[in-house]
């Protein structure tokens, strides 16, 4: 029985590491689709809309690298993955990306063997409370329950947070955040605490929005960005340079809705070699010349995308702050096309 | 001599190995051998270039590195600077907390529904074959959701338990109270008892990694020497019985025996009952049983005392009906037949698959993370896991933990069953 138990651990590791390829380009043109990792449900991130489709902030790029790579932004299968299985899907190849509001850390790059080819969320962990517990500041949460997402960086923060302030609590781990909406709302926990964009999401998704705050403090830096399998270097490439040309894109002015009167009209070389007008950028990453056109014709430039899913505009109604481009005082920053 | 050198002296040759019926067998066991060997070292090494293709180490040293994560419910002390290692043990000790008492409920009520379902009370045998039916035809991960659900959604939260100046003012009371003389609360989180405390305890046994609480130990060590001085009262009332037929009267020394040392003992160290006291958010002090645990155990026993209850009811209905009408004939009321006659003879039936509902409700533990509840896979499946990236490596480590965990009860109930069976002479 020993043996037997132990002998389908290994097959089933095996099987699952013999999937992960090298060549995820030719993979995904092959399969003609893009398996791409979001949220299993976090509104204005990565969430199925009321028709069933994937909508959000992250989801945008999933569609975008589709757009550059396959020609066609609806090619994308969206695997939902958990705090817990996001890491697991992604090194199994079970997904080409995972676009999953995940921080950027040093041990998921090095130890975990991914990389982390871009930032799109300059994020930080909060805490969200009711109104009328009358707390005004994270510093007053000593003793209190606070629910927390599993295989978080944000669960180790809440530790390093409480022993920094010498305070103390009890958490309540949850596996994701429709649950820890849940049990915060029952009443499970004083606090919930998670990156602030996925606070201002989840609060925006609750009944009676007015009746939560979110704390001042933010206790901890979370970059979030897609990452790709370590090793396929020129895949890494092509999601990290979809990325910028969006970001490009916003410097320049250029939208889903001007982008063909801008290809016609602009005398702005950078221009030029982001459309693909000029020179031959695409093929040194193994598409075609207009891979980054395709990609801002799809999903619109950086701050669209902003705008349409997590902006002011928006439930969620958050402020660019860091996320503004480097022009405008944040740190969004495209390097040179050329 | 001269038969045995009659016999042909056969020289072995090979296609003997196939058609002769004498090393055919091993023949056969020799090759499954080799391919079952083959095909094992195919995985290991298949495992083994995998993890070099994804440059990813196979070890555990991870396990002495700082956990950093905090865990709400802790049976020995543990903080965020504890090992990985120490909170894989803080998930087994929940784990094993869990299956503990979920056996121990689901034996009782598995026992009781068992035996009223053959009731002649046509009232009560049906209800118990609702609870039955419906308890062991729904899957017990929605038995456990829906009890954490009641607990967490049903129940006042703390503030609601808050007294403050203006509502004393006003003359409202609370919208909740604590029950029994204010010694329990219930609220959303869980459900705060009184803790036991001495006030003159003993100091901590230290052995080593293991720190263990001495009045409890001289408690325990008290109460088992009372039970055994019980007992041997009880051994010799039983012989002056069988020696001049009058069992003299034990009542008033067993209970001397039993309470006197241990309430002595209690009142030598200080004993007093600490009661949770509302503080800002949570109510402190006492003994918090969370709703997690809670929901888990109970969600479990139910369910497993269902199966329980069929195997003790096949139990009672394997025995023949003769033994009770005998039983009956002998002047045996009742209830002394089902506990004297026919309980102790359905035993043997009904050990051996209690045995697999135990190994059940302890593997069907794991399925606390639904619930949030820090068991083994929720420290080292979960956040150890996650945290860490050690896949490969903590899953091998749970399932040689929950193999170890299942192979123990499996050894001590079939030493239980060797107790009880019909020995046959």
Same mark, same amino acid.
């Not at chain 2, 009956?328 to 209830?335: F, N, S, V």
């Given at each position: 029985? #020993?043996?037997?138990?132990f002998?389908?651990t290994?097959s089933?590791?095996?099987l699952?590491?013999?999937i992960a390829?090298?060549?995820?380009?030719?993979d995904?043109?092959?399969?003609?689709?893009?398996i791409?990792?979001?949220?299993?449900?976090?509104?204005?991130?990565?969430?199925?809309?009321?028709?069933?489709?994937?909508?959000?902030?992250?989801v945008?790029?999933?569609?975008?690298v589709?757009?550059?790579?396959?020609?066609?932004?609806?090619?994308?299968?969206?695997?939902?993955?958990?705090g817990?299985?996001r890491?697991?899907a992604?090194?199994?190849?079970?997904?080409?990306?995972?676009v999953?509001n995940?921080?950027?850390?040093?041990?998921?790059d090095n130890?975990?063997?991914?990389?982390?080819?871009?930032?799109?969320?300059?994020d930080?962990?909060g805490?969200?409370v =009711?109104k009328d517990?009358?707390?005004?500041s994270?510093?007053?949460?000593d003793?209190?329950?606070?629910?927390?997402?599993?295989?978080?960086?944000?669960?180790?923060?809440?530790?390093?947070?409480?022993?920094?302030?010498n305070?103390?609590y009890t958490?309540?781990?949850?596996a994701?955040?429709?649950?820890?909406?849940?049990q915060?709302?029952?009443?499970?926990?004083?606090?919930?605490?998670?990156d602030?964009s996925g606070?201002?999401a989840?609060?925006?998704?609750?009944?009676?929005?007015?009746? &939560?705050?979110?704390?001042?403090e933010?206790?901890?830096?979370e970059?979030?960005g897609p /990452?790709?399998? &370590?090793?396929?270097?020129q %895949?890494?490439?092509?999601?990290?340079w979809t990325?910028f040309?969006?970001?490009?894109?916003e410097?320049?002015g250029?939208t889903?809705?001007n982008?063909?009167?801008?290809?016609?009209?602009?005398?702005?070389?950078?221009?030029?070699r982001l459309?693909?007008?000029?020179?031959? !950028?695409?093929a040194?990453?193994?598409?075609? =010349?207009?891979?980054? #056109?395709?990609?801002i014709?799809a999903?619109?430039?950086?701050?669209?995308?902003f705008?349409?899913?997590?902006?002011?505009?928006?439930p969620?109604?958050?402020?660019?702050?860091l996320?503004a481009?480097?022009?405008?005082?944040?740190l969004?920053?495209?390097?040179?096309f050329r | 001599?001269?038969?045995?050198?009659?016999?042909? #002296?056969?020289?072995?040759r090979?296609?003997?190995?196939v058609?002769?019926?004498r090393?055919?067998?091993i +023949?056969?066991?020799?090759?499954?051998?080799?391919?079952?060997?083959l095909?094992?070292s195919?995985?290991?090494?298949?495992?083994?270039?995998?993890l070099a293709?994804?440059?990813?180490?196979f070890d555990f040293?991870?396990l002495?590195m700082?956990?950093?994560?905090?865990?709400?419910?802790t049976?020995?002390s543990?903080?965020?600077d504890?090992? &990985?290692?120490?909170?894989a043990m803080i998930?087994?000790l929940?784990?094993?907390?869990?299956?503990?008492?979920?056996?121990?409920?689901?034996?009782?009520?598995?026992?009781?529904?068992g035996?009223l379902?053959l009731?002649?009370?046509w009232?009560?045998?049906?209800?118990?074959?609702?609870?039955?039916?419906?308890?062991r035809?729904?899957p017990?991960l929605?038995w456990?959701l829906?009890?954490?659900?009641i607990?967490?959604?049903?129940t006042?939260?703390p503030a609601?338990?808050r007294?403050t100046?203006a509502?004393i003012?006003?003359?409202?009371?609370?919208k909740a109270?604590?029950?029994?003389?204010?010694?329990?609360?219930?609220?959303?989180r869980?459900?705060?008892?009184?803790?036991?405390?001495?006030e003159?305890?003993?100091?901590?046994?230290?052995?080593?990694?293991i720190?263990?609480?001495s009045?409890m130990?001289?408690?325990?060590i008290v109460?088992?020497a009372?039970l055994y001085? %019980?007992?041997?009262l009880?051994?010799?009332?039983?012989r002056?019985?069988?020696?001049?037929?009058?069992?003299?009267?034990?009542?008033?020394? *067993?209970?001397?025996?039993?309470?006197?040392?241990? /309430?002595a003992?209690l009142?030598?160290?200080?004993? &007093?009952?600490?009661?949770?006291?509302?503080?800002?958010?949570?109510?402190?002090?006492?003994?918090?049983l969370?709703?997690?645990?809670?929901?888990l155990?109970?969600?479990?026993?139910?369910?497993t005392?269902?199966?329980?209850a069929?195997?003790v009811?096949a139990?009672i209905?394997?025995? *023949?009906r003769?033994?009770s009408?005998a039983a009956?004939?002998?002047?045996?009321?009742?209830?002394r037949?089902?506990?004297?006659?026919?309980?102790?003879?359905?035993?043997r039936v009904?050990?051996p698959?209690l045995?697999?509902q135990?190994?059940n409700l302890?593997k069907n533990?794991?399925?606390?993370i639904?619930v949030?509840?820090?068991?083994?896979r929720g420290t080292?499946?979960?956040i150890? !896991?996650?945290?860490?990236?050690?896949?490969?490596?903590?899953?091998?480590?749970?399932?040689g933990?929950y193999?170890?965990?299942?192979l +123990?009860?499996s050894?001590?109930?079939?030493?239980?069953?060797?107790?009880? #069976?019909?020995k046959?002479?």
């Open positions: 029985m #020993k043996k037997s138990v002998l389908g290994l089933a590791a095996a699952v590491a013999g390829g090298a060549a995820t380009l030719d995904v043109r092959s399969r003609g689709e893009l791409c990792g979001v949220n299993v449900g976090l509104t204005g991130f990565g969430a199925p809309d009321a028709n069933g489709n994937y909508q959000g902030f992250d945008a790029i999933c569609k975008a589709a757009a550059a790579v396959l020609g066609d932004a609806s090619k994308v299968k969206y695997v939902p993955t958990t817990e299985t890491f697991t992604l090194a199994s190849g079970e997904v080409d990306l995972l999953r995940s921080t950027w850390t040093f041990s998921r130890d975990l063997k991914f990389d982390f080819v871009a930032v799109n969320y300059y930080g962990q805490f969200m =009711k517990l009358g707390v005004s994270a510093k007053e949460l003793g209190a329950t606070v629910c927390i997402q599993t295989g978080t960086t944000t669960e180790l923060n809440l530790a390093d947070f409480f022993k920094a302030n305070m103390s958490p309540v781990t949850v994701d955040d429709s649950e820890g909406q849940r915060y709302l029952a009443g499970a926990c004083d606090a919930y605490t998670t602030a606070l201002a989840s609060r925006a998704t609750m009944p009676d929005a007015e009746s &939560h705050i979110i704390l001042p933010i206790i901890s830096k970059p979030l /990452l790709v399998r &370590h090793g396929d270097n %895949w890494g490439d092509i999601v990290r990325y040309a969006l970001v490009a894109a410097e320049y250029v889903s809705a982008i063909e009167e801008v290809a016609t009209s602009t005398q702005n070389p950078e221009v030029k459309l693909g007008l000029e020179g031959d !950028l695409g040194m990453l193994g598409l075609d =010349k207009e891979f980054s #056109k395709r990609a014709a999903v619109g430039n950086y701050g669209e995308i705008e349409a899913n997590i902006g002011s505009a928006t969620i109604g958050l402020a660019r702050g996320n481009l480097w022009t405008q005082g944040g969004q920053y495209a390097p040179p | 001599m001269s038969l045995v050198q009659d016999v042909p #002296k056969d020289s072995f090979l296609s003997m190995l058609y002769d019926t090393y055919r067998s +023949t056969i066991q020799v090759i499954v051998l080799i391919l079952f060997m095909f094992l195919w995985l290991v090494n298949n495992t083994i270039q995998n293709a994804k440059d990813r180490t040293g991870f002495g700082r956990a950093g994560y905090d865990i709400n419910q049976l020995i543990y903080t965020n504890s090992t &990985h290692f120490r909170a998930g087994l929940n784990t094993l907390l869990s299956a503990v008492i979920g056996c121990a409920i689901a034996t009782v009520l598995g026992v009781i529904v035996v379902r009731s002649k009370n009232l009560v045998s049906r209800l118990m074959t609702v609870y039955v039916e419906v308890f035809n729904v017990v929605l456990i829906l009890s954490a659900t607990l967490s959604e049903a006042p939260t609601d338990y007294v100046e509502m003012a006003a003359g409202e009371a609370p109270s604590m029950l029994l003389d204010d010694s329990v609360a219930i609220t959303t869980g459900i705060n008892i009184p803790a036991p405390l001495v003159r305890g003993l100091p901590r046994l230290e052995l080593g990694p720190s263990i609480n009045n130990l001289a408690f325990l109460l088992g009372s001085g %019980w007992q041997m009880r051994a010799h009332a039983k002056v019985q069988e020696a001049t037929g009058v069992r003299p009267t034990t009542w008033w020394k *067993s209970l001397a025996i039993v309470v006197l040392p241990t /309430l003992l009142i030598a160290m200080g004993f &007093h009952l600490e009661y949770p006291q509302l503080t800002r958010f949570n109510f402190n002090g006492g003994i918090e969370l709703h997690s645990f809670t929901a155990t109970v969600a479990l026993s139910l369910y005392a269902a199966f329980i069929e195997i009811r139990g209905m394997a025995i *023949s003769g033994q009408e009956a004939a002998l002047g045996i009321r009742p209830g037949t089902m506990s004297l006659v026919i309980l102790p003879q359905a035993l009904i050990v698959p045995i697999s135990y190994l302890t533990t794991s399925l606390a639904a949030s509840y820090m068991d083994l080292l499946g979960g150890t !896991l996650n945290q860490t990236g050690k896949e490969l490596e903590c899953m091998l480590l749970m399932m933990i193999l170890c965990i299942s +123990t009860i050894a001590l109930m079939n030493a239980f069953n060797r107790a009880v #069976k019909l046959e002479r």
